[in-house]
């Protein structure tokens, strides 16, 4: 380890550290900080490159890159403030969803959109604003952020929201981090239903599954599991998930005993291969492939990432890839037609397809906008390649807008075609950067 | 009773802290900034209820700490316990370091823990308090590296001696743990021998464990005792050559 300390600012101590990202398709050493008191996230000489980084748990290397100092904010995981009257909650950057959503619920409240993961911190919410379990009933995480606080060495410590600094707010929300170090956020709640009344519905392909979605736009909770292994014109059989509040069940605070870690233990080789992922998608189906309700406390429907621990560590060192798009209804049943036909054709190793619904405008460099949202998880990325091309492909020719977050394959060149008014945001998103002090692997690779 | 905890902000102290918050303790914080003792209370309040009071010195220029705590305490239930996890270490220590590095590693270190300590010493021992301080297993014996930081730990044991020595268990009780290595932010980067390191939690869930054990000194882990006797007792020739 090589370590610098500067004798001007008591506290400070820097260290090379060694990162991956959640898919496993970066990893580099780069220069890190542990601030846990707020001078120390002041300590670096102004003009020295850096990211904010939360749990680590995007998938792609937002949090950190070569060249730039990553400033770890777990320690910046206090509760401020709590309106029980308002369901208004101040907390710090680093603090974890998962933990929001627990203490929220002890009072009677919740915050509607909430990632998969409960690891993910506040700040990484806002930076990637992250969608939840409906996104066309409850919009992104920007919906439910009322203020931050945000450093940046240019302009120091400022309030930012929809009347104050409203542009540096905007640019913040889906900013990847590049606008400075949130500090902390004022989230608006909901009262908490006690628990959730899901409703399981089978459906037999990609293009019912578009159909059932749509039909059930203004439900708590709505997504699809997929299964990516069949053709014949059952690709994408699966099922559908609706949830609807239910207020029988006491309400229940605790997620479950363990959350998912955000750093997992790797097994030293891949076991996901199309016979173990077809026995596993078989398994699965067997499960759930037939109509059914049943009621869970709320807290328990939150994470359903807490069950996958073994599923990410079967990807071996090689990890996955994660691609995400939103294909707009207009394109999305010929968007799927191609897609079976790809995928019979070249026979990608596809772990996990999930669908969602979006509804609303997209403003940003985020994910968010109208249509379908598809997502594919994919096993040993590096003989995926000619899939993955086509794919990307066949979603331009159908208008799909890329999730920049969750997809390490993705280039400027594609980011430039796909994402309206590119240029006018990555301008935007510069004026809030001065000097460019802040950067990640993502903004080089996008050219953010 | 009130529990006194002074570096409170950062490591081992804020673990500290919250333990003693989450068994109700009323708790007066003393760190060096008041944006980070402000978060810290506020958390405390939301979380575990707690009464928190706190109070912002920078002991690198504060010249009577101990009477701004007195004032702080008149409104707080009586004092009974009083933990020290502060301590400040530097890079360069090590013979290269001028005039006021080596005086902010003293006051820190040493000055400012013996200054509180014999401030609120009646308070302590008209409640039979405890009075719990923090030394460092790179005290054990002087190297070329963190020269002044450990005299000043070594200073701080030899402190917590005489007030084992003067005092009955029945009048105060001192504990000094002399910590191994603990992941913080004074051990972040640092080039460690290949050893077990502990985290704060498990050190702090211990220290309040043992409030009311016996005075003495104790090494944190345990085990850390039979390597400070290695340490103690290796010929010079061979000690020389421990480069970390």
């Not at chain 1, 950190?64 to 709590?82: D, I, K, P, S, Y």
């Not at chain 2, 013979?95 to 902010?104: C, E, P, R, Y």
Request: overall charge positive; hydrophobic content about 40%; glycine content about 8%.
């Amino acid at each position: 380890m090589n370590l610098e300390k500067s004798p001007s600012v008591r506290g400070l101590a820097l260290a090379t550290t060694q990162y991956t990202s959640f898919d496993r398709q970066y990893s580099c050493s780069t220069s890190a900080q542990r601030p846990d008191r707020y001078r120390l996230i002041e300590a670096l000489d102004d003009d020295m490159p850096r990211i904010a980084r939360g749990s680590g748990v995007s998938y792609v290397a937002a949090s950190f890159g070569q060249e730039c100092t990553v400033q770890e904010m777990a320690a910046f995981n206090r509760f401020l403030a709590f309106d029980s009257e308002r369901g208004l909650l101040k907390v710090e950057a680093g603090v974890r969803i998962a933990d929001v959503l627990r203490f929220t619920l002890k009072h009677g409240w919740y915050l509607p959109v909430v990632p998969g993961h409960p690891a993910a911190s506040v700040g990484g919410c806002i930076a990637a604003d992250v969608h939840g379990k409906n996104p066309a009933r409850d919009r992104t995480f920007h919906a439910w952020l009322q203020n931050i606080e945000i450093y940046h060495p240019a302009r120091g410590t400022v309030s930012a929201d929809s009347d104050v600094n409203t542009e540096l707010f905007e640019a913040s929300c889906g900013g990847f981090g590049l606008t400075g170090t949130i500090l902390n956020a004022t989230l608006r709640l909901v009262p908490a239903p006690s628990g959730m009344a899901i409703e399981r519905i089978p459906v037999k392909n990609l293009g019912e599954a578009a159909w059932v979605l749509k039909k059930h736009t203004n439900v708590e909770m709505l997504y699809g599991w997929h299964n990516g292994l069949v053709s014949g014109g059952s690709f994408g059989r699966g099922v559908i998930w609706v949830g609807r509040p239910y207020d029988v069940l006491p309400i229940v605070s605790s997620t479950r005993a363990r959350d998912l870690p955000s750093q997992l233990k790797i097994w030293p080789w891949r076991c996901w291969n199309h016979a173990t992922l077809k026995a596993a998608n078989t398994w699965l189906e067997t499960r759930w492939r037939r109509a059914d309700k049943i009621t869970r406390s709320l807290a328990a429907t939150f994470f359903p990432l807490n069950d996958s621990g073994p599923y990410f560590s079967a990807f071996g060192p090689a990890g996955l890839v994660e691609v995400q798009w939103l294909i707009p209804h207009a394109t999305f049943f010929t968007f799927y037609e191609e897609l079976e036909y790809l995928s019979s054709r070249l026979k990608p190793l596809i772990a996990l397809m999930s669908s969602k619904l979006f509804v609303g405008n997209a403003t940003g460099l985020g994910f968010a906008g109208e249509g379908i949202a598809l997502s594919l998880q994919l096993a040993a990325p590096q003989k995926q390649h000619a899939f993955l091309e086509a794919l990307t492909d066949l979603a331009i020719r159908h208008g799909g807008r890329p999730n920049l977050i969750k997809d390490s394959t993705l280039t400027a060149s594609i980011v430039k075609q796909t994402i309206p008014n590119f240029t006018v945001l990555r301008t935007r998103l510069k004026q809030q950067n001065p000097g460019e002090v802040y950067c990640s692997e993502l903004s080089r690779r996008l050219a953010l | 009773m009130t529990a006194l905890i002074v570096g409170a902000s950062s490591g081992l102290g804020r673990v500290l802290v919250q333990t003693l918050a989450e068994k109700g303790y009323s708790l007066l914080l003393i760190a060096s900034e008041s944006r980070d003792l402000d978060a810290i209370a506020a958390d405390l309040r939301l979380r575990f209820n707690s009464a928190v009071t706190y109070l912002a010195l920078d002991f690198s220029v504060e010249s009577d700490p101990g009477r701004k705590i007195q004032i702080v305490l008149q409104d707080l239930p009586p004092l009974r316990i009083l933990l020290l996890p502060l301590g400040y270490s530097c890079f360069d220590d090590d013979f290269s370091s001028n005039t006021k590095q080596i005086d902010l590693l003293l006051k820190i270190n040493l000055s400012a823990p013996l200054v509180i300590i014999q401030s609120l010493l009646p308070q302590l021992l008209a409640n039979q308090g405890i009075v719990v301080g923090f030394g460092s297993i790179a005290a054990v014996r002087g190297r070329g590296r963190n020269v002044v930081y450990a005299a000043a730990k070594r200073g701080l044991q030899s402190y917590f001696e005489s007030l084992h020595h003067r005092y009955e268990e029945s009048e105060l009780k001192s504990h000094f743990y002399q910590l191994g290595f603990m992941q913080s932010n004074l051990t972040f980067g640092l080039s460690l021998p290949p050893l077990p390191v502990t985290s704060p939690e498990k050190v702090a869930r211990e220290v309040i464990r043992r409030l009311g054990c016996k005075s003495g000194t104790f090494y944190l882990p345990t085990w850390w005792g039979l390597i400070a006797l290695v340490i103690k007792i290796l010929p010079l020739k061979l000690f020389r050559k421990l480069k970390s």
